[in-house]
């Protein structure tokens, strides 16, 4: 997994070469309900220090989270919507930092509460960051500056529940390719149930489900908005879980909807007009054993999509799409130790809004977009083999994949240059690259490893070490090169020290440089960073108290993002060195 890195608040995901339209952000398993699809400088209302774990879904798995899940989904897990009674009747979580680099103070809590029945849920975080240094200068305009509350709730009966939480986001940051910075919040309501049945065959229903009021406004250094982008989302998913039913041991049957209704005032305007997308879908999910170590999975689903906006033609369309997607896969036990799985999925996707009604300027990213109303469903044709091996105090898992697409959708730089009118010229004496989404065929291909093995277990702690690489390659069919903002190869390693009252580790990663290139893209240099982190856990009296120090880029690696459409303009950020204090209780 990489990121955009496009800036210190914007950055999305990007799962084997994919992301924006091909990677689905959640929150506790609904949408993130923003606009982050609509423009890499756009960022994603999830914190880091409201999150408590974060669940990557790849394979047939995606099929739950629709076609705009096609690459992967990223789950940010934080139990707003308490899943469970506590243990205890009160417990609290603290954590402050300070780090160097942008002279960054954060800090946020954590509040679980239980009253007979019930289960409260609370959370706060502040974040503030300066403009951020770099091997080579100060990176101008990457301040960042975030804060966010939330309250939840659940009611325990039985072996079922029912729960809702508030949210709140606010978000400051700049776009260090611009002068402007963006102006951010969103307001999010999240319901989460489980009704236990134990009919027959049906365990359980489940229902999760959101409804999201957000809005930015970029503004000039002085304050004076120049765009505003609104975004009210609803989305929401019902599951009906069945145990053994003949042949099959367990099964899931689920409803999906979505309504998303988008639009933007101001110069943004001239982006894109407001658009309307709503979408129902139906899937499977089944497992049926095929022996004592063999088991088949298989999934379906059914989408219908349907987008209304404005193109450059200025003539409302409206558009439907009905996307089928299937997999199946065999997982294999061969030995206790050994366990291989393979899986083939057809998954289509349907064009995003963006993709469709584009049709002007969009001053982040610097480029003047402009969609293709007449774009076709996107498909994939996919097999990945996997292995999971356990050899003593040796571990292994990894996998090699291949995705066939037809009708690839991707953002195209003509090599021109636009003014904010759309007069556009050859070269680049004008400020806007040209940017007109296409389709064609292409094939992604890649293969990941990660491994660990533990040196010395003794009574003293454990001393590990492990290593891990990744490599994509992605082409157009027919010879017509490569696909643009392709990760490059990631190789790395680490050893860590673990006992009772400190932990210590240290890990390297290099990453190749980008020489692999699509039309009117620039090559991006390779780096090594280096990064190490030290935990301590001084009273044993009190275990929940602990010091941390976190090291990151500590060689200070001059470090483009290959991913990112500004990488020619920004730089990563140089070395940081964090202090961590964290209390539980």
Request: with cysteine.
């Given at each position: 997994i990489a990121?955009?890195?496009f800036a210190s ?10 992301d924006?339209?091909r990677?689905?952000i959640l929150e506790?398993g ?5 606009v982050?699809?609509?423009g890499p400088?756009h ?8 999150t408590?774990?974060?669940e ?7 099929l739950?989270?629709g076609?705009q899940a096609i690459g992967?989904v990223?789950n ?7 899943l469970?009674?506590p243990?205890?009747?009160l417990s609290?979580?603290l954590?402050?930092s300070?780090g160097?680099n942008?002279n960054t103070g954060?800090?946020?809590g954590?509040?679980n509460l239980?009253?007979g029945q ?7 975080f ?6 951020y240094?770099t091997?080579l200068?100060v990176q101008n305009n ?14 325990f ?5 029912a ?6 986001y606010?978000s ?9 910075y963006?102006?951010m919040?969103?307001?999010?309501l ?6 236990q049945?134990?009919?027959?065959p049906?365990?359980k229903?489940?229902?999760q489900g959101?409804?999201s009021d957000y ?13 505003t982008?609104?975004n ?5 998913r019902?599951?009906?879980?069945f145990g ?7 099964s899931?049957?689920?409803?999906q ?6 639009s933007?005032?101001g110069?943004?305007s001239?982006y894109m ?7 129902y879908a ?6 049926v054993?095929l022996?004592a170590r063999l088991?088949l999975?298989a ?7 349907g987008?209304?906006g404005t193109?450059?033609?200025n003539?409302?369309?409206t558009?439907q ?6 997999s199946a896969?065999?997982l294999?036990?061969?030995t206790?130790k050994l ?5 083939l999925?057809s998954?289509?996707?349907?064009p995003?809004?963006?993709e469709l009604?584009?049709?002007?300027g969009h001053?982040g990213?610097?480029t003047?977009?402009?969609g293709?109303p007449?774009?076709k ?6 097999v990945?083999?996997?292995?999971r091996?356990t050899?003593?105090r040796?571990?292994?898992e ?13 953002g195209?730089?003509t ?5 904010d009118?759309?007069?556009c010229?050859n070269?680049?004496?004008?400020e806007?690259?040209?940017m007109?989404?296409?389709q ?27 290593m891990l ?5 992605a082409?157009f069919s027919g010879g017509?090169?490569y696909v ?7 190789v790395?390693?680490g ?7 400190y ?11 980008r ?9 991006t240099d390779g780096?090594i960073?280096?990064?190490?982190e030290?935990?301590w ?6 275990p929940?108290f602990e010091?941390?120090?976190?090291g990151?880029?500590l ?5 483009r993002?290959?991913?990112s459409i500004?990488?020619?303009l920004v730089?990563m950020?140089?070395?940081d060195i964090?202090?961590v ?5």
């Amino acid at each position: 997994i990489a990121n955009t890195g496009f800036a210190s608040g914007a950055s999305r995901p990007v799962i084997r070469g994919m992301d924006s339209n091909r990677v689905k952000i959640l929150e506790d398993g609904v949408s993130s309900s923003d606009v982050s699809d609509v423009g890499p400088d756009h960022g994603v209302p999830i914190d880091p220090l409201a999150t408590q774990r974060l669940e990557v879904v790849r394979g047939a798995a995606t099929l739950r989270y629709g076609s705009q899940a096609i690459g992967g989904v990223i789950n940010a897990i934080n139990n707003r919507v308490p899943l469970a009674l506590p243990d205890k009747d009160l417990s609290v979580e603290l954590h402050g930092s300070y780090g160097t680099n942008a002279n960054t103070g954060q800090g946020g809590g954590m509040v679980n509460l239980r009253a007979g029945q019930f289960a409260f849920y609370a959370d706060g975080f502040l974040r503030s960051a300066q403009d951020y240094d770099t091997p080579l200068g100060v990176q101008n305009n990457s301040f960042n500056r975030q804060k966010g509350v939330s309250l939840g709730s659940s009611y325990f009966f039985g072996d079922s529940r029912a729960g809702a939480a508030l949210v709140h986001y606010d978000s400051k940051y700049g776009i260090p390719s611009d002068t402007t910075y963006i102006d951010m919040a969103q307001n999010k309501l999240l319901t989460n149930e489980s009704l236990q049945i134990n009919a027959g065959p049906l365990e359980k229903i489940t229902f999760q489900g959101g409804y999201s009021d957000y809005k930015h406004s970029e503004k000039t250094p002085a304050g004076t908005v120049v765009s505003t982008f609104l975004n009210k989302e609803l989305d929401g998913r019902a599951e009906a879980i069945f145990g053994g039913i003949g042949p099959f041991s367990s099964s899931a049957l689920g409803l999906q909807f979505n309504n998303r209704r988008f639009s933007a005032l101001g110069a943004a305007s001239n982006y894109m007009l407001p658009t309307l997308t709503q979408t129902y879908a139906g899937y499977v999910f089944t497992e049926v054993p095929l022996g004592a170590r063999l088991n088949l999975q298989a999934a379906g689903r059914v989408e219908s999509v349907g987008i209304s906006g404005t193109p450059a033609s200025n003539i409302v369309t409206t558009r439907q799409f009905i996307p089928l997607s299937a997999s199946a896969g065999l997982l294999w036990d061969a030995t206790d130790k050994l366990k291989l799985g393979l899986t083939l999925t057809s998954a289509a996707r349907a064009p995003g809004q963006t993709e469709l009604f584009a049709r002007g300027g969009h001053d982040g990213p610097q480029t003047f977009e402009t969609g293709n109303p007449l774009l076709k469903i996107e498909r994939s044709n996919s097999v990945e083999a996997n292995a999971r091996a356990t050899l003593g105090r040796f571990t292994f898992e990894g996998s090699v994949y291949n995705a066939a697409f037809s009708n690839y959708i991707y953002g195209n730089l003509t090599g021109r240059t636009c003014d904010d009118a759309g007069n556009c010229v050859n070269g680049d004496t004008e400020e806007l690259r040209e940017m007109n989404y296409a389709q064609r065929g292409a094939n992604f291909w890649g293969v990941e490893a990660k491994t660990s093995a533990v040196i010395i277990d003794s009574p003293a702690g454990v001393f590990s070490a492990n290593m891990l690489a990744d490599y994509v390659n992605a082409r157009f069919s027919g010879g017509a090169g490569y696909v643009p903002r392709i990760q490059p190869y990631r190789v790395g390693g680490g050893l860590s020290w673990n006992a009772e009252t400190y932990n210590f580790s240290v890990q390297t990663l290099g990453v190749g440089s980008r020489t692999q290139l699509s039309a009117f893209e620039t090559p991006t240099d390779g780096y090594i960073e280096v990064n190490a982190e030290a935990d301590w856990r001084p009273f044993t009296s009190r275990p929940g108290f602990e010091i941390a120090l976190v090291g990151s880029n500590l060689t200070d690696a001059v470090r483009r993002n290959a991913v990112s459409i500004n990488k020619d303009l920004v730089m990563m950020p140089g070395r940081d060195i964090r202090l961590v204090l964290r209390q539980t209780f």
